[in-house]
């Protein structure tokens, strides 16, 4: 996709057409578990084909002319699924990515989320939106109208990837979301690497200077995790604690 400059200017006919999903497709779902509390906070919905095929394979079919409807589809399956696997029961929310791109006008296009989480009873303050950082965000206005659309109907926010591509300083002193998940690239070998763990602590202290929250994501082994937790995170994800589990909520090792 082409990085964002603007909102396009036309209407959001995809909206008054319907969502129909572009392409088949389901969701798997990986816990984020927050260690100081003991309990998992959220479980991401990630797209798998319709028989848990990888992402890549769905995202692959992403054309220009269907991101739109792929997008508002993606949300609306997630939630779905969240509703009957009785995620907000367990005190959790369900963490869903988006693309600014995919989006006209903010206010049009949240309704079909607000009418899922009706319609299937979820909570909206269950409901986590995290920014992709696989495009450009050239205008912060816009960016900053999506997300304060999204904190005013009792979402929550997060810079997914940060460190890493995109998402990065700027970003942040632009808008402060409700949470950071910290790219996997600098968890991976973080015990062993001095200006990984610095970097690390620096964002520790940052988040913690602008009340955000800090996920570390991709943690696959226990040293990195107790490199992490010295310096004093304690939100996680990664295989360490689950795989993804195709349209069901794994055990998680806490």
Known sequence: MSHVDSPPSQT????????????????????IVDLGAGRVRAYEALVRGPHSEPAATVLAQLTPTNVYAFDQAARVRAIELAAQLGIA???????????PGAMYRPQSCVRPTLAAARRTGFP???IVFELTEDERVGDFAFLREIFEVYRANRFSTAIDDFGAG?????????????????????VRGLDGDAARRAIVAAVVGMCGALGVGL????????AELDALRSLGVTVFQGYLFARPAFERLPDVAL
């Open 89 to 99: 029961e367990r005190n959790a929310s369900v963490s869903i990515n988006f693309k």
């Open 12 to 31: 959001c006919v995809g909206c008054a057409g319907g969502i129909a999903a572009p392409m088949p497709f389901s969701m798997a779902f990986q816990p």
């Open 215 to 222: 996920i570390a994501e991709g943690v696959e082994t226990r």
């Open 124 to 126: 909206p303050d269950r």
């Open 166 to 186: 995109y998402a990065g300083l700027t970003l942040l002193a632009e808008y402060q979301p409700d949470w950071v998940k910290l790219d996997m690239a600098l």
